[in-house]
Every structure is written in structure tokens, then in C-alpha cells.
């Protein structure tokens, strides 16, 4: 079976996503102490690693992270890791570790309000991008991209809900692909 490890800093619902699709999480690590993925981690007996970076120190941070990600990991998945990794870090893992992305990339990459960016930028065009993770940011070869078109009645809200819902099913059928 291949082990698959999560990071994830937030709300956690790619991890569900990823989890009831069917593919086992082997443990999620995350930098936030009262993010909710950890109460989602607990409910379906995934273990969680909290590391929080309260040194502010990156190395340490990574170091602390780099002990708890087992060596024969096949695939590290970014679920909204909210964190810019070093290129020591990035070069570790490199072509084991994918991201998701709330855009098209090359647009809107390296912040964390992709969505709230485009709506007011003006954009009818959304999406979402899957990718290998590079130590330059958002900026890793493209597995896989899906657009959502903007409708007349759509809001920021509305039009974050349907990104996220393409989340939820593009990112498990991604990593299945991958590690099979
Ligand atoms: C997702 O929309 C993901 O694309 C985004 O964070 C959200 C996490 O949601 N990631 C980024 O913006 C990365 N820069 P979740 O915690 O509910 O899975």
C-alpha cells in the first residue's frame, strides 16, 4: 500500500475529500494548533503531528517536520498548507509532493486569497490546479487544471463553493492516479 502523508493547516476538507474517496492517509501534519482538519484527522482515526512554528524558525520548523514524514512516504499532499517551504525542503521531496491551488496558475499564485483575488480582478474564468511542488512557489509542473465559469448570478461566495466542490473531487482522482 502506498503511504500517503497530508499537511494541512486549516479547514481540512480536501483531507475528508481525499479520505472518503477512498485512499488511506497514513498521518496529517499541520503548523496550526486549532485548525479544523484535526478534529476531522481524529474522527476517521488518522493520526495528527501538530508543529507549530512558534520559534519562527524555518529550519527548525522543517527539521521538526522532515522527522515526523516517513522516509518511504510515496506522496506528500498539500491540502491548504499555508506555509512557503525552503528549496532544502521542496529538493527532499521533489516529485513526491502536489499541491492544490485555488486558480489557474501561472495566474494568481503565491498568496492565499486566489479566489477573492480573481473575483476582484474581475475574472468570468476560475479554476483550480494541481502540481508538483518546487521551491518556487506555485510555480511546479502542472498535473491537472479544471475552469469554472463565472455565471451572471454568481457571488464570491457562490463561486468559492463550486471551486471548492471541484476540489473535492479532482484532488482524490489526482492522487489515486498517482500513487497507482
Ligand atoms: C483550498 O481551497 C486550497 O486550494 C487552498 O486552501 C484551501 C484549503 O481548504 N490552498 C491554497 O490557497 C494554497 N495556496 P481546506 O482546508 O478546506 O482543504
Known amino acids: 500500500m502506498k503511504k500517503v502523508v ?37 474522527k476517521v482515526n488518522v493520526p495528527v503531528f501538530v508543529v507549530e512554528n512558534k520559534k519562527k524558525e524555518r529550519v527548525w520548523h522543517e527539521r521538526t517536520i522532515l522527522e515526523i ?10 491540502a491548504g498548507y499555508m506555509r512557503i517551504l525552503t528549496a532544502w525542503f521542496c529538493n527532499k521531496w521533489k516529485d513526491k509532493m502536489v ?4 486558480s489557474l496558475l501561472p495566474a494568481f499564485g ?8 480573481a473575483w476582484n480582478h474581475g475574472c468570468t474564468v476560475f479554476g483550480i490546479t494541481v502540481h508538483w511542488v518546487i521551491p518556487e512557489v506555485d510555480a511546479g509542473p502542472i498535473i491537472t487544471q ?4 463565472k455565471f451572471t448570478d454568481d457571488t464570491l461566495e457562490s463561486i468559492t463553493g463550486k471551486i471548492h466542490r471541484v476540489e473535492h473531487y479532482v484532488y482524490p482522482e489526482t492522487i489515486k ?3 497507482s
Open 6 to 42: 497530508v499537511m494541512a493547516s486549516g479547514e481540512g476538507s480536501n483531507f475528508s475529500a481525499i479520505v472518503d474517496f477512498g485512499i488511506i492517509v497514513d498521518r496529517v501534519i499541520t503548523d496550526n494548533p486549532n485548525a479544523n482538519v484535526i478534529k476531522r484527522a481524529e
Open 69 to 78: 514524514i516517513p522516509e518511504d512516504t510515496d506522496l506528500i499532499v498539500m
Open 99 to 102: 499541491n492544490i491551488h485555488p
Open 110 to 117: 503565491g498568496g492565499c486569497h486566489a479566489i477573492e483575488d
Open 146 to 149: 479544471r475552469a469554472i465559469h
Open 177 to 179: 492516479k498517482l500513487i
